[in-house]
């Protein structure tokens, strides 16, 4: 029999977009939290980057979301992916490493440019779209988040892991600043 739920009432819209989060009103628990808000902080340093013109801005601003893409990545590999194998998708976190590889191999070559060189802009540009598409594979219905918030892992305790990795990390890798 059809739970309540199934009938909907007349005041249905059009948001074809369920937005996230919806289910019964519940925050996302810590893990997920943490994740997602440093995707929504490099997808807005990408979008910046378009605005800028000056290659000194283009490369600070890179360094940031190089330095923010290494630690993200880093986090997931080291303490999201490896605790939920099994509770998600073998072939789904199978290819999550196989686009952070992708990335972390434009990241260097992109490194290793100047923003005056020819193409740097393209692929800073390509660079935010690969991430865009694994995010999505992360964020979407039925993908990496929704299927680990199934599972039995503890979320919340782990967010607090992941915090705790991220800062040691981004201590670790920024570049020295002067003073
Ligand atoms: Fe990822
Ligand atoms: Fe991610």
Aim: net charge negative.
């Amino acid at each position: 029999m059809p739970t309540a739920a199934t009938k909907s009432g007349a005041s249905k819209t059009k948001t074809e977009k369920p937005r996230r989060t919806r289910r019964t009103g519940r925050r996302d628990p810590v893990a997920v939290r943490l994740l997602k808000q440093d995707h929504r902080e490099v997808e807005e340093m990408f979008d910046e980057y378009e605005q800028l013109e000056k290659a000194a801005d283009k490369l600070a601003l890179f360094n940031r979301i190089a330095l923010a893409l290494k630690v993200h990545t880093q986090i997931e590999e080291e303490i999201f992916y490896p605790a939920e194998r099994g509770e998600v998708e073998d072939d789904m976190l199978d290819e999550a490493y196989v686009e952070h590889d992708g990335a972390k191999k434009l990241i260097a070559e992109i490194e290793a440019m100047s923003p005056k060189d020819q193409y740097y802009d393209a692929k800073v540009k390509v660079l935010g779209e690969y991430i865009k598409h694994h995010v999505k594979e992360e964020e979407q219905p039925g993908g990496i988040f929704a299927q680990a918030k199934k599972g039995d892992e503890d979320l919340d305790a782990m967010g607090e892991r992941l915090k705790s990795r991220k800062e040691e990390l981004m201590a670790e890798l920024a570049p020295a600043k002067p003073n």
